[in-house]
C-alpha cells in the first residue's frame, strides 16, 4: 500500500472520527438538558436536584463489554463465572419436599438477582419519575455506541499513524 493511499484512509478515519464526536456531543448535550429540567421540576421537593445524594445505593451496575484482540468492543449479556457451573455439577440429593422447596426458593433469589435493573428506579418508583429524566437517561444510553466506536477507531488511527511513520 502506498503512502498516498494510507493517508486517504488516515483523512476518512478522522473525518469518520469527527462526526462520532459531535454526535456523542450532542447526546450529552441532550442528557445534560434533559437532566436540568428534571432538576428545575424537581426544585421544591425535600431531596433536592438528581445527583449523587440522591441515589439509594442498592443499584448495581449491569453493562458489561468485551474487547477483542482486534480491539473491536461488544457489549455482552454476563460474564460467565466458574463459581456458577461448580454449583450446578454438584449432584443432587433425594428429593424430599423440603429440599425441592428449597432449590425453589434458590432459583428464584437467583433469577432475582440476575434480573437486569432500571437504574432509573433509584430516583423513585416506575411510576413517580418524571418524563425529562427518563429522557435523560435514554440520551445518555444512546452514547454508549458512539463510545465503543470511538474507541475502535482510536485504535485504527493509531495503527494506521504507526504505519505511516515507523518509529526510528
Known amino acids: 500500500m502506498s503512502r498516498d493511499d494510507l493517508y486517504l484512509r488516515l483523512i476518512k478515519k478522522l473525518a469518520e472520527y469527527d462526526s462520532l464526536l459531535e454526535q456523542l456531543q450532542s447526546s450529552f448535550q441532550d442528557g445534560f438538558h434533559h437532566l436540568s429540567r428534571a432538576n428545575y421540576h424537581n426544585k421544591d421537593t425535600l431531596r433536592g436536584?438528581?445527583?449523587?445524594?440522591y441515589w439509594d445505593e442498592t443499584y448495581t451496575g449491569h453493562r458489561y463489554v468485551s474487547i477483542d484482540g482486534k480491539h473491536r468492543i461488544q457489549e455482552i449479556a454476563e460474564p460467565e463465572y466458574k463459581e456458577d457451573q461448580e454449583e450446578e455439577a454438584i449432584p443432587e440429593k433425594q428429593d424430599t419436599e423440603a429440599s425441592h422447596k428449597l432449590r425453589k426458593r434458590k432459583q428464584r433469589k437467583t433469577l432475582l438477582e440476575k434480573a437486569k435493573k432500571n437504574p432509573i428506579y433509584m430516583f423513585g418508583g416506575a411510576l413517580s419519575t418524571p418524563m425529562s429524566l427518563?429522557?435523560?437517561?435514554?440520551?445518555?444510553?444512546?452514547?454508549?455506541p458512539v463510545i465503543y466506536k470511538l474507541i475502535?477507531?482510536?485504535?485504527e488511527l493509531n495503527a494506521l499513524l504507526d504505519q505511516i511513520s515507523p518509529s526510528v
Open 49 to 53: 436536584t438528581y445527583g449523587r445524594d
Open 134 to 144: 427518563r429522557q435523560s437517561q435514554s440520551s445518555f444510553n444512546s452514547s454508549f
Open 152 to 155: 475502535e477507531l482510536r485504535y
